[in-house]
């Protein structure tokens, strides 16, 4: 679950990202976070990755309150959470297999429990003829696709995509995104941030529309009301 | 910690090695280089230590006592002169058996013929903790009732405690500024791979890697080449030392002068090498990854 209570971001520089934001995103839930450039969309990622903390108000993200957690704590948070990123950010020279097992190794899974989920979770994308292959040798969508698998390994209760699709042509972008849609209908909560307005219009989710570092519209469908 | 952690830590801190060998065998060089200039001077300040504490077992203090004293009256001015402070012990010597260690340093005696013991003085070898307090100690005596005169060798204790002192200081500059120089190279050498592998580190950042997790692999990088610099530079050091002691040293002259054997120093040496080596690993591979797990 993710809640934003009246939350406030003022940066050094005197930027104020986000004033007032209020929302809350039930487990299970898919929504979109919409809104233009320098709307306060980056600003709600690293809230809810813990990057930074907010200046005023509170955020909560499954069962921890961000705007006191201790730094220790941070690690265990994060365990709750898969971030997949525009740009997939994948380590050139590991495998596709060691990318996602990567992830498992680095928070302490044993060797066992890496051999049972890493074939599961590259079935699960559509990648398990591909895993001994590397990032280069595979197609955009089929690293948005590992950067999934390696978000998704380790069970999160939350997946954060932030511009999921931004380097992918419309065909590939819909894929990504049904695969979300498939990989929300098995339990998990999936929060996609976009600007791609046909993206968001072809599915029947709830959109969260920012705009000024306020909520301008929370609803249901392809309601995009920030457009200009 | 797990057994499977522990076996990445290695594994990932010996493939940082190699994936940045150039830099790796760079610090390596620094440690080695830094941990010889180190080590020589010490080995230096303690030959120097030695040569002086072995001159100050060996050489006394002449104090010649009055010549109108009894024998008696001379042998109680002893516990006078190890009342002074600095003495470690007075050691009485009558005039006849000065006289007698006299004639001794002779073959022929023929010479002194008509002569006798009261031609000398009653006198004290008078042996001192430091001799770096020599001339106090010297002044302390000449104040004393039925002294004549004290004689010693200053100047050449002087010398020898100003080369000490020199050595002693030059030695803890220097091994200060070289921990410092070598801390800076290893810490610059972690920071490139933490650089390289930045990307990696985010990574592991956002999936919920501890900072200890994350910061291990580039500890164990630091502390095998701290390692290595330090077995590298004592095999080195063993051997510049025999070569300095042995063959140029004893070769050109300076035989008089005896050295500590390095067998004598290797242990602690090789624990003050492994110790600076281990330091500046740990300490650099921790200055250079905390940027990287403020997070």
């Known amino acids: 679950m993710v809640q934003f209570i009246d939350v406030f971001k003022s940066y050094e520089n005197g930027t104020k990202a986000l004033r007032g934001v209020s929302f809350k995103i039930q487990d299970g839930e898919f929504a979109f976070l919409v809104g233009p450039s320098g709307s306060g969309k980056t600003t709600i990622i690293k809230l809810l990755t813990g990057e930074i903390a907010p200046t005023d ?57 890496i051999r049972r989920r890493v074939p599961y ?32 390994v380790n069970n999160p209760r939350l997946i954060i995509a932030d511009e999921p699709t931004g380097n992918l042509d419309p065909a590939r972008s819909l894929e990504i995104m049904m695969l979300l849609q498939k990989i929300n209908e098995l339990g998990t909560t999936v929060l996609v941030v976009t600007h791609e307005k046909e993206l968001v219009e072809s599915f029947s989710k709830r959109v969260i529309a920012i705009d000024g570092g306020k909520i301008i519209s929370d609803g249901m469908g392809g309601y995009y009301s920030y457009e200009r | 910690m797990k057994g499977n952690r522990f076996f990445y830590y290695i594994r990932e801190g010996i493939n940082s090695i190699f994936n940045h060998s ?23 300040a303690l030959n120097v230590d030695t040569v002086i504490d072995t001159m100050e077992s060996q050489n006394e203090i002449l104090v010649v006592v009055n010549d109108s004293l009894t024998e008696d009256q001379a042998r109680s001015l002893g516990p006078l002169i190890e009342a002074v402070p600095n003495v470690s012990r007075a050691v009485f010597v009558s005039r006849d058996k000065a006289w007698a260690d006299f004639l001794d340093t002779y073959e022929d005696t023929s010479r002194f013929e008509g002569l006798d013991s009261g031609i000398i003085p009653d006198r004290y070898e ?12 010297q002044q302390d005596i ?46 610059n050498t972690i920071k490139l791979t933490t650089f390289e592998r930045r990307d990696e580190i985010a990574i592991m950042k956002m999936v919920g890697a501890t900072s200890t997790f994350i910061r291990w692999p580039f500890v164990v990088q630091g502390l095998i080449l701290g390692l290595i610099g330090a077995l590298v530079s004592f095999l080195m050091e063993w051997g510049l030392y025999q070569l300095v002691t042995e063959k140029l040293i004893s070769g050109a002259g300076f035989g008089f002068l005896t050295f500590l054997p390095f067998s004598q120093m290797a242990i602690p040496i090789l624990a003050v090498f492994a110790a600076v080596g281990l330091g500046v690993g740990t300490i650099g591979s921790l200055l250079a990854i905390k940027n990287y797990l403020k997070v």
Not at chain 1, 129 to 148: N, W
Not at chain 2, 142 to 160: H, K, N, R, S, Y
């Open chain 2, 142 to 187: 000449a104040e004393l009732p039925g002294v004549t005169d004290v004689m010693a060798a200053l100047t050449i204790m002087q010398g020898f405690v100003r080369i000490r002192n020199i050595v002693t200081i030059i030695s803890l500059v220097l091994v200060a500024m070289l921990f410092f120089i070598s801390l800076f190279i290893m810490s």
């Open chain 2, 22 to 44: 150039f830099m790796s065998f760079a610090s390596v060089c620094i440690i080695v280089a830094c941990l010889i200039i180190m080590g020589s001077f010490t080995l230096l």
């Open chain 1, 121 to 152: 979770v590259l079935e699960l994308v559509g990648l398990d003829t591909r895993s001994r292959r590397h990032p280069q040798e595979l197609s955009g969508g089929e690293q948005q696709r590992v950067a999934i698998a390696r978000a998704l």
């Open chain 1, 57 to 113: 108000g509170r955020v909560l993200v499954n069962d921890y309150d961000l705007s006191n957690i201790k730094f220790s704590k941070m690690p265990y948070m994060r365990r709750t959470l898969g971030i997949v990123f525009q740009d997939y950010r994948l380590i050139e020279d590991k495998s596709v297999y060691e990318n996602v097992a990567f992830a498992m190794r680095v928070i302490g899974a044993s060797a066992k429990e």
């Open chain 2, 126 to 137: 008078v042996f001192l903790e430091d001799i770096a307090l020599m001339k106090q100690t």
